[in-house]
Every structure is written in C-alpha cells, then in structure tokens.
C-alpha cells in the first residue's frame, strides 16, 4: 500500500517526458502546409550522368552532405529538424569512394551478398555482420541503409536475387531481422525493402504481379511480416510494381491496413526511387516519404489540399512519422560521424561470414587441399577477375577485391605460372578496353562479362603434367533494371562448357583432379557438366575479401557449412514459376512516361504456381532438383540423435529438442533444418514446410551439441481464404529434422486435437481476375 502511494505521488511530481511520438505531432502542429509537403518529398536527386532536367527531379537543396547516398530528407532549421541521408544498400554502404577536392578516401565493405548470408542459416553471424555494417552507415554520416531486400526467388533468372535471401519466407524473415536487429542496434535505421512481390525486374515499374492472397500472405508477405514483427525496422521501402491491379505504393491495404494495422508497424514508409504515380494516392496509402522527390509531387500534394481533394490530416499522420524517424536520427543527435569506420576489423568479418555461406555442392576426395603440397593451375576468367558482388544499387564501392588467385597466393598455394600470365595478361587487356560508364549508363546497357578464353591444347596437356591439380572458376554477375537469361547465362555459355570439357579431359588423363568453383550470386544449370567435376565449390559473391574466404575453404582452415538457400533445377524447364516468368507485355500500348524518360511497357504476371515456389514446389510434385533446398557438404559427418518433443499434443507450443554429434575427424559446424508436414486437411499443403533452424557451433571431433527449437500453434497454420484467417488443421503432423530438405535424419509426430483459427485477417489485396492456381 505504502509503495503504491509512493509510485502515485512520484508520478504526480515528474513531468513525463515527450514520447518521440507527442513530440513529432507537437513539431508538426508548429508546420506550415509548405513544410508539411516539402517534408513528406525528398529532396530530389543527383544521378551520375543523367540529366537532372529530364527526370524532372531537384526539389531544392543539394545532395551533399554524403557524395553518392541516395537520397535526403526535407530540413526545418527553425524547428531543429536537420537533413537526414538515405544510402543503398544490401550488400554494404554505398557511397561515392572519393570526392572532389578531397584526399580522404570513403570506401565502404563489400559484406558478403545476401544470398550467401542465408546460406549461413547463421542469425547470430549476421546481426554481427549487420552491426558492422550499421556502423559504417553511422560513421559516414548516414541515417538509413537502404537494406536489406526479402523479395523471394521466386525465379532463377530474378535479376535481383543476389540481393535477397531464398525462395523461402521464414529463412528470409528470420535473416532479415538478424540484420534489422544488427545495423540499428548503432541507433541508424534500415528499410526493409521491396515491399512487396517484387521479385523480377522485366518491366518493375509497371508490372501487375497478379497473386492469390493465401500465397501472398504465405510467401510473398511473411518474410516481412518476420521482419517487423521481431526487429522493428525503422523504414518500410514500398516496391514499384502494381500488386493486384494497385501499385505498391498506392496500396492502402498494403501500407496501412496490413503492415500497420495487422502487423502493428510503428515506423515510414518510403517509395522506392520514383515508384508509383500518383502522389496523392501515396499519401493517402499511408506511403509516407516519396523518394527521391520531385518538383511535380509537391505540386500535386498542395494542389490536392487547396482543392480539398487531400484531406490535411492525411499529411500530418505521414510528416508526424517522418518527424518521429528524424528524432531518432544521428543527423537530429548531432552525432559527429568520423568517416574512418575500421575498415580492417570488417574486412575480417566479412572473411569469415564469406567462408561460413559457401556450399560445397561435390567433394570426391579433393577437398580440403593441403597447402604446401600443391601446385595448381587455375582457369577460367573469373579466377583472376572474381566477381564481389551484384551490380547496380546493390553494388558497394570498396576498396579492393581479393581475386581467387590472390587468395590462393595469400595462402601460400603455389600457382601455375604458364597458366597464370597467359589470363592475366588476357584479363588486364579485355578490362582496359571496356568502356568507362557512369552508373546510369551502366545501368541501361551494362557490361557484359569479358568472353572466356580458349586454352590451347599443348598448354593445356603442359599444365596438367607440371601441376597436381585444375580449379575453373564460372562467373556470373547481374543487378537491377533486368533479369537473368536462359542462355550463355543460367545455362553455361559454349566456351564454358568446352572449358570444362577440355580441362577435365586433360587433367583426369593424368589422375589428375578438377574443381569447379560457381563465383554468382544466384542459381546456375549444373547437372549436365558436375560428373566430369570432383569437386564443386558454391562461393556465391562472398564480398571483398573473396579470395582469401574460398581459401580458408579449400585449405580447410574454415571447415564448409553452408547450405543452399535456393534450390539449383536440373534444367530451367524444371522450375513451375517459369511458365509466368517474367509475364505478358502490352508493347502496344507503351508509353515514354517510364523512369528516366524510358519506356514504360505495360505487363502482368500471373503466380499460377500459389505457394508451391521453390521446394514446396520440387517436393511436393517429386521433381528432383539438382541440388535441393537445405543441401550442402562438409568436411566431418554428423549424426543427430535423442529427437524429444515436449509433448505428443500440441496445444499453445511444444519444444523439440535434438542432438548433434560430430562423429567425422575435422572440426564442423551442421545447419539443423526443421520442416513440419501438415496433415490432410482442407488446404493443399506442400509436403512439408521450413518452420524452424539452428545452426551448432564449432563441434570438434566427437562433440555434441543440443538445440532445441519451438513450434507454436500459429507455424502450423495456413491462410485459408474463404475464411480470411490463418487456421491450423486439426490432426496429426509430421515433424521432420533434416541435414537438407529432403535428407532427413530424424522424425517424430504430434497431434493438434482440434481446429485452431490463430488469426483473423482482414479480406484485402484480391486478386481482380480468376487465377488457374496449380494444385497437389
Ligand atoms: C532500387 C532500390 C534502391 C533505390 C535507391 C532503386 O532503383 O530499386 O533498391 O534503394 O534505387 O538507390
């Protein structure tokens, strides 16, 4: 009783303190409707070789304060609220590297690709990785990194891919908040982006991806309703293509009724760069901050308030959370940035999560190669031009890339000579005549990838006599603004093909072994030319320190323990989504209103696949991959043993616990993948679903370690249209531990003994035509 009084009077003497939230609506109370619209616009942009007066943009001020970001917010001096600077991206800071007049340098870390980060299935490595990377964003005076991107690989080809994380949700999710949670754990904020289905670049900015809601609530949204639920992302970024009839960016059910009604997201929500059309309509979706600003914007937004067509209160609600992010600002904090993060300590992170996302894919005896007893001879152009990462937004300016020779070298490997001059002559020449682009340039016709070389056959028969063994690098690279091809992309090229032929031939004539190192950041046809392999090394795009990460692998001073995120087809004709992929066009009625003066091609797609995408799809209609989902190789074995479910009877949660053992003679680390099968029910499920994962730590020889996991009743439940809920089925479910998707090591089962209706929905974003959606 005495303590109850005591709390009352205190809180009757001390003046609570402004929640973020009462001081931004007191802030934008104090606006002007000129500051109220210039605040909900950026401040425009400075493309690199484009025009700025044929984009329309340039609200005003400069971009200054941090060359290269990629965007700025409205300031307000009068009330204290400053500039606040936006930069890409997924894989790193992007900033310009250098500036005029200035002998300071600005590099950032090229971290390991996204896709390579899942593959780690490493939470903790990841927020370690994210918590670098947020430290450079602060350190270069940055507010928010525009990352990390979840659309799903819905499709191989997505030319985007390497800056995602899987074709599942859950992985996608849970990585993805491992990085939120990691990069503003500095106090900077990220965007959570693209949201949402935007999962190919054919025509993004007009597209009309045309899904069923129980695969966009199941695939297409979960991954970001995980992201926001558990990491609180301070920046949503909108995607730019149509949902449903209804851009993105336009859509209030998206924005409002969902992200923040359903999901309770507190933050702003940004456009994509010039996504959308209509200003208004943005505003009024709940679509705070349109970036990168216009001129035509703030034109529409006052008109539409003068006129009554736009209701204020709707631009007070965006500026408030404009203003509430501000607060939370370094720029507002008046942090004074260094702009010399250490680079070198990053650099040594980035090696090791490099190292921790490789997938062995083949090891016949090859793999680990003892250092000083070697002599190899290393092909292909991407060995001695590795490729770091993906290009456009996504792409990071670093320093240096170790290439896959220099790490070699840097590990005391002994190299070919006859080999090594022949492409490093050949390399350096090709590069000099590549035309220098600016980014936008690059961005409408990128370079292609210097064409591989033809090594003739005396060379070839030379260096297999005179070394122990052959590595043939096949690179790839792509970006933003278009997909990946079929041919001489997806598929090898011809050269590549007769590459591996003609190396394999002449080596294994000598006993000799070949390893083929994949250098992409996305998925590559692999089963018609992996026999002639021994051994196949998956290194993704690992980031600057690439060289010396693959080295750490092949030395076996990292032991592998990555496993594919994204499953690798037999053939291209295998994958279902490749029937809608990338859609219809309507070039007949293209406009010239597409971004920078482009052409805009009007296109849908149809998801016919619903939920089966990636291995929902492979296991449930038995299609062998020709690596599946979950796959990788390591240097030790493990077993898994003592699978215990807490209970028989699911009725809120049970917990499974399992044990691994190293039983191998290396030191390793084993991804434990938990997947559930639901029973027959009124839905088609897929055989079986990722639900949980964990990853043991370093287990020396012998060594055991237990994880545990817990399922709840809402893992189990799918979204049931006719009743707008996610329901859970009642019955008996299969709950299987797996090494991969579909090597399972370990099974038990549970019953949930009635039908569980876990969430009501709200019966939004339908799909406006009839979709002939694939069943089981
Ligand atoms: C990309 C975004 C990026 C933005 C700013 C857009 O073209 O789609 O991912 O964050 O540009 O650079």
Redesign the pocket.
């Known amino acids: 009783m005495k303590l109850l009084l005591l709390i009352i009077i205190s809180m009757l003497f001390i003046t609570p303190a402004f929640t973020q939230t009462s001081k931004a609506r007191q802030l934008v109370s104090r606006m002007t409707l000129d500051e109220k619209v210039r605040l909900v616009i950026g401040m425009g942009m400075n493309l690199p070789g484009l025009n700025q007066s044929s984009s329309g943009t340039g609200v005003g001020l400069s971009m200054d304060k941090v060359a290269g970001a990629?965007?700025t917010t409205y300031a307000i001096s009068r009330l204290g609220l400053p500039t606040t600077v936006v930069a890409?991206?997924p894989a790193g800071l992007r900033i310009d590297p250098t500036r005029k007049d200035d002998k300071n340098t600005y590099y950032a870390t090229a971290w390991p690709v996204a896709t390579l980060l899942a593959s780690t299935w490493d939470t903790k490595l990841v927020e370690q990785v994210g918590k670098a990377m947020g430290n450079e964003v602060k350190e270069y005076g940055v507010d928010v990194i525009?990352a990390p991107?979840l659309n799903i690989h819905r499709n191989p080809l997505g030319g985007r891919n390497f800056e995602y994380y899987s074709e599942d949700p859950l992985i996608s999710g849970k990585i993805a908040a491992a990085m939120v949670k990691g990069i503003q754990s500095n106090g900077v904020g990220t965007s959570i982006?693209?949201f949402a289905v935007n999962n190919q670049e054919k025509n993004r900015n007009t597209v009309n991806a045309i899904v069923s809601e129980r695969a966009l609530r199941e695939i297409y949204l979960k991954g970001f309703e995980i992201a926001v639920k558990e990491s609180n992302p301070w920046t949503v970024?909108s995607s730019?293509n149509k949902l449903n009839g209804t851009y993105t960016s336009e859509e209030y059910d998206l924005l409002t009724t969902i992200l923040r009604k359903e999901w309770g997201f507190k933050g702003m929500v940004m456009t994509?760069?010039f996504g959308g059309k209509d200003a208004v309509a943005q505003m009024k979706a709940g679509n705070d901050l349109l970036m990168p600003g216009t001129p035509e914007q703030r034109k529409a937004i006052t008109d539409a308030i003068t006129t009554g067509v736009l209701d204020i209160k709707v631009i007070d609600t965006n500026a408030e959370r404009i203003v509430n992010y501000i607060l939370n600002t370094p720029a507002y904090k008046k942090y004074v940035f260094s702009n010399k993060p250490d680079l070198k300590a990053h650099a040594v992170l980035a090696r090791t999560a490099a190292a921790d996302g490789m997938v062995l894919l083949k090891n016949t005896n090859v793999l680990p190669l003892p250092v000083n007893t070697r002599k190899i001879a290393a092909f292909g152009i991407t060995s001695y031009d590795f490729v770091s990462g993906g290009t456009?937004?996504?792409d990071v300016n670093e320093e240096y890339t170790v290439s896959l020779v220099q790490g070699l070298n840097n590990a005391g490997y002994n190299l070919y000579e006859g080999i090594n001059s022949v492409y490093t002559k050949y390399v350096t020449a090709e590069k000099a005549k590549q035309p220098k682009k600016s980014f936008f340039e690059e961005f409408i016709n990128p370079t292609p990838r210097i064409p591989e070389l033809a090594i003739e056959n005396n060379l070839l028969g030379k260096s297999a006599d005179e070394t122990d063994m052959a590595i043939i690098t096949i690179g790839r690279n792509a970006g933003?603004g278009s997909d990946r091809k079929v041919e001489n992309d997806f598929n090898l090229k011809e050269a590549e093909v007769k590459l591996i032929e003609d190396v394999t031939a002449a080596f294994h004539a000598k006993g000799k072994k070949v390893l083929v190192i994949i250098n992409a950041g996305g998925v590559i046809e692999v089963a018609s030319w992996r026999d002639k392999a021994d051994a196949i090394l998956l290194t993704w795009q690992p980031g600057l320190e690439a060289g010396n990460a693959v080295a750490d692998i092949l030395s076996g001073k990292v032991n592998p323990s990555g496993k594919l995120a994204t499953t690798f087809p037999v053939k291209y004709e295998d994958e279902i989504t490749g029937k809608n992929f990338p859609g219809i066009e309507y070039p007949e009625k293209a406009t010239n209103t597409g971004m920078f003066g482009m052409k805009a091609v009007p296109a849908e797609v149809t998801y016919e696949e619903g939920i089966f995408v990636g291995y929902r799809y492979y296991n449930s209609f038995n299609v062998k991959p020709a690596y599946e989902f979950g796959y990788g190789l390591s240097y030790t074995d493990f077993k898994f043993s003592n699978l215990s479910l807490s209970s028989k009877n699911i009725d809120k949660k049970i917990t499974v616990s399992v044990i691994i053992t190293n039983t191998g003679k290396i030191a390793g680390k084993e991804v434990v993948q938990l997947y559930i099968s639901a029973p027959a029910g009124k839905l088609d499920k897929p055989s079986e679903e990722l639900k949980a994962f964990g990853k043991t730590g370093l287990l020396q020889p012998g060594q055991a370690q237990k994880l545990t996991f817990t399922i709840s009743v809402s893992d189990l439940a799918s979204f049931n249209t006719d009743a707008t809920a996610w329901i859970a089925d009642a019955g008996m479910y299969t709950l299987k531990i797996g090494s991969s998707s579909t090597d399972i090591k370990l099974s038990s089962n549970f019953s949930l003994a009635k039908e569980i209706k876990t969430e009501k929905c709200n019966k939004v974003l339908l799909p406006q035509v009839a979709i002939n959606e694939l069943k089981k």
């Open positions: 990629a965007g890409d991206g525009l991107g982006k693209h970024m730019y994509d760069w456009g937004s996504g933003e």
